[in-house]
Nanobody, 125 residues
Framework: QVQLVESGGGLVQAGGSLRLSCAAS????????VGWFRQAPGKERDFVAA????????VYADSMKGRFTISRDTAKNTVYLRMNNLKPEDTAVYCC??????????????????WGQGTQVTVSS
């Protein structure tokens, strides 16, 4: 069983930066595809980015390219989401999710096996 815990969310002014963390316990992320999603109240859950742990290859939603960067730290068994130049429309609960196996494509929420509880990101204008 893989357990995921997100951290790093908070309140930030527009133009600021945050780094979110997704730490795994129970298993390592080896051979997993790990993604970040976000959901604002009254809106759909949207894909943000994902990383193939073993290859360190990444996949991004088009709207996130350039501002958000996903990465991993093998020693800490943690996936990060660095968010730069934050905007009020980035305000949402950010969740990480994991799926066993490799993919070069964006995968929908239904294709992930494990989810974290989420961390709130609020961007003020």
């Amino acid at each position: 069983q893989v357990q995921l815990v997100e951290s790093g969310g908070g309140l930030v002014q527009a133009g600021g930066s945050l780094r979110l963390s997704c730490a795994a316990s129970g298993r390592t992320f080896s051979n997993y595809y790990v993604g970040w999603f976000r959901q604002a109240p009254g809106k759909e859950r949207d894909f943000v980015a994902a990383i193939n742990w073993s290859l360190s290859s990444t996949v991004y939603a088009d709207s996130m390219k350039g501002r958000f960067t996903i990465s991993r730290d093998t020693a800490k068994n943690t996936v990060y989401l660095r968010m730069n130049n934050l905007k009020p429309e980035d305000t949402a609960v950010y969740c990480c999710a994991a799926r066993y196996g490799y993919s070069r494509y964006i995968l929908g929420p239904e294709e992930y096996d494990f989810w974290g509880q989420g961390t709130q990101v609020t961007v003020s204008s």
